[in-house]
């Protein structure tokens, strides 16, 4: 019997001051938090780790949540392969991607980005440890496009893989219908034997569906809106044997809670009254938060309404920039 052992993590969101409401220094929870991801990497024997993108919480953070970002990856001592985020380039225009500190770390050797542009969006593993045969999995990384969730057709696989596929998704993938542009898991038609999603932060767990394709959102590593509830950032541990015999596969995947990580790092929810002019949008929040969803990508619909409205790329452009520098 061999095995390989992957991680997975998604949805950091590092930033170098603390959204409302926090009661700890996020910045600081964050990087503790990574090294003790680290720490489970090591205990686990994992021989690969997978980020599932929004590694910053903007394209251009400060120098210093950069560097340190490059200190804790490194010392993780391990190859990484990452998706591109809503968070990680500017107006999800691939040209940005050099200017960004996600493409810094992965000109840097730090990390490896797939689905660059004229780049392969997949990759092969292979662990080559003696002479015993391991199990050839296959990478496939869709990143986040504003149109990713009005074309689900661009995350259809055919079967045409040996052995076994994960596919790695930064979109609304969700298991039941939201009020939002999403990707109904049940009806997305791939051949990837397991599917490892982020973008939705409050995450899923694990979720098997009737083509026999597993689903897993483990949540965000970063937290950055009150929903009210308790949730353990956590990441995942996926196991997969082979018999050295029947090379029969088996697949194993574990939901671990990362140590030290606080519960609901939040101030308590105050109910205040509410005028008349906001109660609808009031009412649509509400709506929202019941869907089990922290947040609706504010991003994701700006290049859609410029479209209806006839505006070009460079106004899309300069409307990321002003989001994007506001939440650095």
């Not at 205040?272 to 009412?283: E, G, L, S």
Request: aromatic share 8%; net charge negative; proline share 5%.
């Amino acid at each position: 019997m061999t095995e390989m052992k992957l991680g997975f993590f998604t949805d950091v969101h590092a930033r170098a001051t603390s959204p409302e409401g926090r009661t700890d220094s996020f910045r600081e929870s964050i990087f503790k938090k990574m090294y003790a991801i680290g720490e489970i990497w090591k205990q686990s024997n994992v021989d690969y780790v997978i980020c599932g993108g929004d590694l910053f919480d903007s394209p251009e953070p400060p120098n210093s949540v950069l560097y340190e970002m490059i200190d804790v990856l490194k010392s993780w001592n391990k190859e990484i392969y990452s998706a591109i985020g809503s968070h990680d380039y500017f107006g999800y225009q691939l040209k940005s991607f050099d200017r960004t500190a996600l493409g810094i770390l992965h000109c840097a050797g730090v990390l490896r980005v797939m689905g660059l542009e004229g780049e392969s969006n997949e990759v092969r593993l292979d662990v080559k440890k003696r002479d015993k045969m391991y199990p050839h999995v296959d990478l496939v990384f869709n990143n986040h496009t504003y149109w990713l969730e009005q074309n689900p057709k661009e995350l259809e696989l055919p079967d045409r893989f040996p052995e076994l596929v994960i596919q790695v998704i930064h979109g609304s993938v969700v298991m039941k219908p939201v009020p939002f542009p999403h990707i109904l898991a049940p009806t997305l038609n791939t051949h990837a034997n397991l599917v490892l999603s982020g973008h939705i932060h409050q995450g899923w767990g694990v979720k098997k569906v009737a083509n026999g394709v597993t689903f897993c959102n483990p949540g965000s590593v970063g937290r950055l809106e009150n929903t009210g509830e308790q949730r353990t950032p956590q990441v995942v541990i996926v196991t997969i044997i082979k018999d050295d015999d029947s090379h029969d596969l088996i697949q194993k995947i574990e939901l671990i809670d990362i140590p030290g990580a606080l519960g609901h790092p939040f101030n308590d929810k105050v109910d205040k009254k509410i005028n008349p002019q906001v109660q609808d949008v009031a009412r649509f929040l509400q709506m929202v938060q019941k869907t089990n969803i922290e947040a609706v990508d504010l991003k994701q619909q700006i290049p859609l309404i410029a479209e209806k409205l006839g505006y070009g790329s460079e106004v899309i452009e300069t409307a990321f920039k002003l989001i994007e520098g506001a939440k650095t």
